[in-house]
Protein backbone atom coordinates (compact mmCIF):
# COMPACT_ATOMS: atom_id res chain seq x y z
CA UNK A 1 0.00 0.00 0.00
CA UNK A 2 0.99 3.48 -0.74
CA UNK A 3 1.76 5.94 2.24
CA UNK A 4 -0.05 9.00 1.02
CA UNK A 5 0.92 12.41 2.77
CA UNK A 6 -1.72 15.09 3.21
CA UNK A 7 -0.14 17.92 1.83
CA UNK A 8 -2.42 19.96 2.57
CA UNK A 9 -1.89 19.93 6.35
CA UNK A 10 1.66 21.07 6.84
CA UNK A 11 3.10 22.46 10.26
CA UNK A 12 5.25 24.75 8.90
CA UNK A 13 6.01 26.47 12.29
CA UNK A 14 8.60 24.90 14.50
CA UNK A 15 10.78 27.18 16.33
CA UNK A 16 13.55 25.03 17.23
CA UNK A 17 14.03 23.44 13.78
CA UNK A 18 14.25 27.27 12.38
CA UNK A 19 17.23 28.20 15.09
CA UNK A 20 18.91 24.88 14.01
CA UNK A 21 18.24 25.81 9.92
CA UNK A 22 19.38 29.86 10.62
CA UNK A 23 22.48 28.69 13.15
CA UNK A 24 23.95 26.08 10.33
CA UNK A 25 22.82 28.34 6.92
CA UNK A 26 24.79 31.22 9.40
CA UNK A 27 27.64 28.63 10.18
CA UNK A 28 28.24 28.06 6.49
CA UNK A 29 28.16 31.07 5.56
CA UNK A 30 30.60 32.35 8.51
CA UNK A 31 32.85 29.43 7.22
CA UNK A 32 33.30 30.85 3.64
CA UNK A 33 34.10 34.44 4.31
CA UNK A 34 37.05 33.24 6.80
CA UNK A 35 37.87 31.04 3.86
CA UNK A 36 37.67 33.99 1.88
CA UNK A 37 39.90 36.14 4.56
CA UNK A 38 42.49 33.16 4.37
CA UNK A 39 43.01 33.20 0.59
CA UNK A 40 42.90 36.83 0.58
CA UNK A 41 45.73 36.65 3.20
CA UNK A 42 47.67 33.38 1.93
CA UNK A 43 47.38 35.15 -2.22
CA UNK A 44 48.93 38.44 -0.75
CA UNK A 45 51.93 36.96 0.77
CA UNK A 46 52.84 35.03 -2.03
CA UNK A 47 56.24 36.12 -3.37
CA UNK A 48 54.98 35.62 -6.89
CA UNK A 49 52.74 38.34 -6.09
CA UNK A 50 54.90 40.44 -4.43
CA UNK A 51 54.96 43.49 -7.09
CA UNK A 52 51.74 42.69 -8.79
CA UNK A 53 48.58 42.41 -8.03
CA UNK A 54 47.03 40.23 -5.41
CA UNK A 55 45.90 37.91 -8.21
CA UNK A 56 48.75 37.63 -10.03
CA UNK A 57 48.63 33.74 -11.33
CA UNK A 58 46.39 31.38 -11.97
CA UNK A 59 46.89 29.81 -8.53
CA UNK A 60 45.80 32.65 -6.52
CA UNK A 61 42.65 33.15 -8.73
CA UNK A 62 41.66 29.53 -8.52
CA UNK A 63 42.01 29.58 -4.84
CA UNK A 64 40.06 32.86 -4.12
CA UNK A 65 37.30 31.71 -6.48
CA UNK A 66 37.33 28.05 -5.19
CA UNK A 67 37.87 28.10 -1.83
CA UNK A 68 34.81 29.67 -0.67
CA UNK A 69 32.58 27.92 -3.62
CA UNK A 70 33.65 24.56 -2.54
CA UNK A 71 32.58 25.54 1.34
CA UNK A 72 29.48 27.27 -0.19
CA UNK A 73 28.99 24.06 -2.38
CA UNK A 74 29.33 21.93 0.50
CA UNK A 75 27.37 23.69 2.77
CA UNK A 76 24.17 23.45 -0.03
CA UNK A 77 24.09 20.07 -0.85
CA UNK A 78 24.49 19.77 3.64
CA UNK A 79 21.05 21.40 3.43
CA UNK A 80 19.51 19.54 0.77
CA UNK A 81 20.28 16.23 2.19
CA UNK A 82 19.40 17.48 5.87
CA UNK A 83 15.59 18.43 3.92
CA UNK A 84 15.71 14.84 2.73
CA UNK A 85 16.63 13.63 6.07
CA UNK A 86 13.54 15.33 8.04
CA UNK A 87 11.20 14.76 5.24
CA UNK A 88 11.73 10.95 5.36
CA UNK A 89 11.12 11.99 9.67
CA UNK A 90 7.79 13.56 8.48
CA UNK A 91 9.49 17.02 10.05
CA UNK A 92 9.33 20.19 9.20
CA UNK A 93 11.02 19.99 5.73
CA UNK A 94 10.41 23.78 3.79
CA UNK A 95 12.27 25.53 6.60
CA UNK A 96 15.77 23.50 5.34
CA UNK A 97 14.70 23.64 1.94
CA UNK A 98 14.70 27.23 1.90
CA UNK A 99 17.99 27.10 3.57
CA UNK A 100 19.41 24.80 0.79
CA UNK A 101 18.26 27.47 -2.00
CA UNK A 102 19.45 30.56 -0.31
CA UNK A 103 22.74 28.67 -0.56
CA UNK A 104 22.68 27.45 -3.43
CA UNK A 105 21.87 31.06 -4.84
CA UNK A 106 24.47 32.59 -2.65
CA UNK A 107 27.04 29.94 -4.01
CA UNK A 108 25.77 30.85 -7.83
CA UNK A 109 26.14 34.40 -6.90
CA UNK A 110 30.01 34.45 -5.56
CA UNK A 111 30.76 31.52 -8.11
CA UNK A 112 29.39 34.15 -10.79
CA UNK A 113 30.85 37.44 -9.85
CA UNK A 114 34.20 35.80 -8.59
CA UNK A 115 34.90 34.69 -12.11
CA UNK A 116 35.43 37.94 -12.70
CA UNK A 117 38.84 37.71 -11.52
CA UNK A 118 39.73 34.90 -14.63
CA UNK A 119 38.88 37.93 -16.93
CA UNK A 120 41.85 40.12 -15.74
Known amino acids: MIDV ?5 KRWHDPGMFR ?9 VVIAALVLIA ?9 ACA ?21 LLIG ?10 V ?3 RRTWPIWQGAGWFLLVLT ?10 FAS
Do not use: H, K, M, N
Request: glycine letters at 8%.
Open 76 to 85: TLGAFVTTYR
Open 20 to 28: RVVTYASTV
Open 5 to 9: VDDVE
Open 39 to 47: VQIWAGRRE
Open 87 to 89: WRE
Open 51 to 71: SAATYCDTASRAAILGGPGLV
Open 108 to 117: LAYLAIGSSV
